[in-house]
């Protein structure tokens, strides 16, 4: 992942319901949900719905495929890992972190 991509990404994620979009397709894993469940689920209108799933996707965090009449969307694991790799890439100046009780390096 290069940098515009990572802020991509991250502004994508800059928004409450976006993020919480995303973190419900990522609980949920490969299956996948349809936006109407996903509405439901999470108690946002359908409009607003379709409107951060499309953000999500543009910045690669989320896919979607059709099957039959529904949209599948899904979490797009690779990429998410691919900016939890950028975000760590340089972590403790390159050295192997020790993470501590408060999941942060300890020897940074």
């Known amino acids: 992942m290069n940098e515009d991509q990572a802020v991509t990404a991250l502004s994508a994620l800059a928004h409450t319901q976006r993020l ?19 509405a439901d689920q999470l108690e946002v209108a359908r409009n607003t719905l379709s409107f951060h799933l499309k953000e999500l996707a ?4 989320v896919t979607v ?5 529904n949209l599948i969307y899904r979490a797009d694991f690779a990429q998410m890992n ?4 950028y975000m760590t890439e340089h972590c403790c ?12 390096c300890a020897s940074c």
Do not use: I, K, N
């Not at 919480?20 to 469940?37: D, I, N």
């Not at 691919?82 to 790799?85: I, P, S």
């Not at 100046?93 to 942060?104: I, K, P, W």
């Open 20 to 38: 919480r979009v995303f973190r419900a397709l990522v609980v949920t894993g490969p299956a996948g949900l349809t936006p109407s469940v996903l």
């Open 58 to 61: 543009h910045a690669g965090l």
């Open 65 to 69: 495929e059709q099957q039959g009449r």
């Open 82 to 85: 691919g900016l939890l790799g």
């Open 93 to 104: 100046q390159g050295s192997a972190c020790e993470v501590s009780d408060s999941d942060s």
